[in-house]
């Protein structure tokens, strides 16, 4: 079929085989014939990637996955499994800063200018 996605049509070669090359016109049957196909409606959409779960270190970004309808844009059920695109993917924002400075965070005298 020509469509893998509803009506399409079937197309074929027909020729006379007579030994004298002699076919009756009427009796010749269509070259086409119209079919359908719905085994590749249903295709794999994707969302964008969330923000990493974490602002440093390890963390995870998720998306949404959906199997949907190519023409109506419908939910369905009919998607291949083994095609299925990752809902979730590792992210890393660099290290972790594990040592803090209470000094510089506590300290009133941080933003202060001395002025001699």
């Not at 196909?37 to 963390?59: A, I, M």
């Not at 695109?85 to 965070?105: A, Q």
Request: aromatic share 4%; net charge positive; charged share 20%.
């Amino acid at each position: 079929c020509s469509s893998d996605c509803g009506r399409g049509v079937h197309s074929r070669t027909v020729a006379c085989t007579n030994p004298q090359r002699v076919c009756d016109p009427q009796s010749q049957p269509p070259h086409e014939e119209p079919c359908e196909d719905h085994s590749k409606c249903y295709e794999w959409k994707t969302g964008d990637w969330s923000k990493c779960s974490s602002s440093c270190g390890k963390g995870l970004q998720s998306r949404v996955v959906q199997c949907m309808h190519k023409v109506t844009g419908s939910h369905g059920n009919d998607c291949p499994v083994t095609s299925r695109p990752p809902t979730y993917r590792p992210c890393h924002h660099g290290t972790c800063n594990e040592k803090i400075n209470v000094n510089t965070i506590t300290s009133p005298r941080l933003g202060e200018t001395q002025l001699f």
